[in-house]
């Protein structure tokens, strides 16, 4: 459920390299933050869930900062990325093939 919540995500970027209407593309990133949130919330719920309590500061730590250590480069590669809005699916879909992502089940 969680890696499906990334799916909305491409949709701003790709709205954005076909120069969509303004309203459009505010539904969209307004949906991809929604899915985000719910991202988040899963996320959240399942490192808290399957992380042993004596580990999860440090698991929580090194997920925080492999989240943020690669914003600014995000950044300077933005732009040639937006055109290829495709790769979130991509990636998305590659993540699901991934048999531990599809096994993992709430108790």
């Known amino acids: 459920m969680a890696v499906l919540a990334t799916f909305p995500?491409?949709?701003?970027?790709?709205?954005?390299?076909?120069?969509?209407?303004?309203?459009?593309?505010?539904?969209?990133?307004?949906?991809?933050?929604v899915s985000s949130d719910v991202l988040g919330v899963l996320w959240s719920t399942t490192i808290h869930r399957e992380i042993p309590e004596e580990s999860l500061s440090r698991v929580s730590s090194y997920d925080y900062f492999g989240s943020l250590s690669f914003a600014p480069l995000s950044l300077l590669i933005a732009e040639p990325l937006a055109a290829a809005a495709g790769l979130v699916v991509l990636a998305t879909g590659a993540v699901l093939l991934a048999p531990g992502v599809r096994r993992l089940t709430a108790p």
């Open 9 to 33: 995500t491409a949709a701003p970027v790709a709205l954005l390299g076909v120069r969509a209407p303004v309203w459009l593309i505010a539904v969209a990133m307004f949906t991809a933050g």
